[in-house]
Structure formats: structure tokens, C-alpha cells
């Protein structure tokens, strides 16, 4: 496994973490995706917004259904109590309210909370998706993504550059360095993954955040 | 009058110039037969409503090579290059619009309602230049309802009448299309006798739907497969 295939793994492992019983729960594309294996789906139900609330993993290629797919158009599978609807019915339960947690990739989130997730400056704008949907509308927004980008530049950065996707702002912010909340609409680093010290957190990242007094730190790797 | 159709006497209802709705989630639900015949039609300059635009010389990624598409309407282009290229050389223009906001709109267009406030966009690139109104403490944007001349639509299973079933998440789009467009065309898998599907498993009652046309394609694991 590649180191940051580890890192994506680390993030999802650490957001399921953040579900609790009976939550109405939408994974975004990427590492919100692999939130599904470390979720306890007895007790969790994974909406995807093309059309289905009640999502699981498939186990083997023998299961995919090619009419059975998330919104990243990978095969799912049924878990029992699911259900299937249209998909101005699915975004009904988006915008209304209705779902209690959405889990989202990010290209930038900022000091202020604000989040980037669907734009590129100077690049064609060609795909927006249900991203806006979902931050107008569910009730915890969770941001999921490494904390720097493929050139190491940092992606917390001091006032988001990137378009912003609504002016909702994120509650929950998890990285592979750090997990921060929203306090304020400002970033309060509340948890270290393990074997990261707080010096690498403030290394790498642009934007400036207050840290916790009940910061945790997970010293062993 | 009989529903059933072929595909061919079914697509002859677009008409150049024309708006239309295509049903699916990239190929999930997608009427993959009307639209082939739709590529084979002498049409041109359609605004096409669809969530996205095909693959590259795939589906509806084959309408935009044969330069027969004027405009997109949709909320997801990334999966097809080809469409920010058109877009670059200025043949095509492109509506990007959120997903939901994108299916409320057709749900609208259906339903006789002119347009409707959504809290989706607001602040964004996407909501720049829209009628803004504050409604009990809270912003939102106005959309505009949207309608189609030709909906074309996939469904699993249709009766002899055109009451439709869908299978799994290939309903999608599908159902609020079936109500916006002011001519109807649903692709099915299989079609029954009236009275053989249960009233209680219809999702979309057959008064939405004019044609009924057997599809010739089925998707599998492996692909698009020709069955017919």
C-alpha cells in the first residue's frame, strides 16, 4: 500500500469515527467513499443522491450490478431496509434537511471554515454535481483530504483562492495530519493523528487556526 | 391507439432546433436505444437536458460529435473531454447547474410551476446573477422551471397502457422527465399486459408516457451489450 493510499485510508478510518447510531449518512467521491468499510452499517444508512438510502459495499465481483451504482458510478450493494427513489426526491431529502451528516472531499478549505470543492480557476467549469446540494442543505458537513496537495502545497489555506461551493461553512475538518472543528467559523485543531506533532500541523498549514485546550495527541505511529 | 412503437417512428417526433430530456446517471438508466436512433436522425442545434453528455463518441458523446447538440443542460461534464473542447472552440454553449437544483427544475417544469427559490448556490459562481430573496431569515436564489419538447426516458418494465417500473438506481432522472416533456418516449426492458403490474409498484402512471419502445440494449458488466 502506497504511503498515500494509507493517508486516505487513516482519514476514513478517523471520520467514521464521527457517525453515530441511526445517522442518515452521504459519502462524497474519494476518500469519503472508503468511510463505508469503517462505518457499522447496522446502525448507519448511506444515502447516495443518484437515487438510494440504504448503501453498502459489495464483497465480490460476482455481486456488481451495473444498474447499482453511488455517485462516484461505482457498483454498491443493497443493505437490508434500503430503498430506491428518483432524484428530485433524493435532493427533497438533501436540501430539506434530512440528512444528518455529509462526508465531502475538498480542493481548498480556509481560516474561515469556507470550503472549495468544485472548481478550478483558469480551467473549464464543467462539473458541479451535488456538492452545492449537500452544503446547502444537510445538517453536519465533515471535509475529508490530505492536508497538502501533490506538490506538498498546503490545502487549509488563509482565504480560499479556489471558488467557493456554498456559503455554508464546514463543521468538521479531517486530514492526515489533524482533526479540526469549526468554532466560531474559525479552525480550532482538536486531535493529532498519530505520530504527528503539533509543529507539523503549523508547518503545514497556510491558514492561521487556534489549537484546543483538550488537544489529543496520539504520540505512538 | 397503441403506445408501442419502434424507435425509429418514435425519435421522428424531434425536431431540429428542439429541446430534449434524456434520462440516466452517466450510463445508469440512460434510453441508450432512443438515443442511438437519435444519432442517426437528420436533426440539429437540440439543447440537450441530461445530467452529462456521454463519454466520448459514446451515447449522447456521439450527438455532440456529429455537431447536432446547440446547448447542454446539465450538472456533471467532467466525464466527457469532449465537451469542454466543443466548448472551447465555441460550438457549443453549456448550462452547468447543482444537480438537485437541476432535477427540482424538471420536477417543476412537470408539476405547472413556473420557478421556484433554492438556498443551493447562493454565494457561488453558479448563483451570480440570480434573483436573490431572503425568506424567513435565510437567502435563497430563483430557478426557473424546465421543460423539454421530447423527453426520452428509460424504464425496466412498462405495461401495454405505459404505466412505467424502474429498476434500482437506473430511475434517476427518469421519473421527473417523464413529466416535463410535452412528448414522452420511455425505453423499456420488457413490456406486459395491462393489469400484470401490481398498482401499488407504478411509479410513473401512464399518462406521462406516449411511446413505449422496446430497448435493444442491455448493460452489463462487460459493457453495453446489443440483445435485440
Known sequence: ??????????????AAKELFPSSVVNLGIGIPTLVAKYADLDKVYLHTENGMLGVKDIESEEEIDPSLVNAGK???GENIGASYFDSAESFAMIRGGHI?????GALQVDGQCNIANWAIPGQNILGVGGAMDLLAGVKKVIITTNHTDKKGKSKIVSSCTFPVSAVRKLDILITDLALFENQNNRLVVTELMPGVTLEEVKAKTEASFDVSDQLISHKEV | MSKLMTAAEAIRKVKSGDTIMVGGFGLVGAPLSLIDQLTKEEVNNLTIISNNLGEPGKGLGMLLRQGKVKEAVGSYFTSNREVGENYNEGKINIRLMPQGT????IRAGGAGIGGYYTKTSVGTKLGEGKDVREIDGQMYVFEKALHANVSIIKAAKADTLGNLVYYKTARNFNPAMATAGDFVIAEVDEIVEAGELSPEEIVTPHLFVDAIVLSQYQLTRDGVVQTR
Open chain 1, 100 to 104: 444528518d451528516i455529509a462526508i465531502l
Open chain 2, 102 to 105: 437541476m432535477a427540482e427544475c
Open chain 1, 74 to 76: 461505482l457498483p454498491i
Open chain 1, 1 to 14: 500500500m502506497s504511503v498515500q493510499t494509507d493517508s486516505k485510508e487513516l482519514i476514513a478510518e478517523r
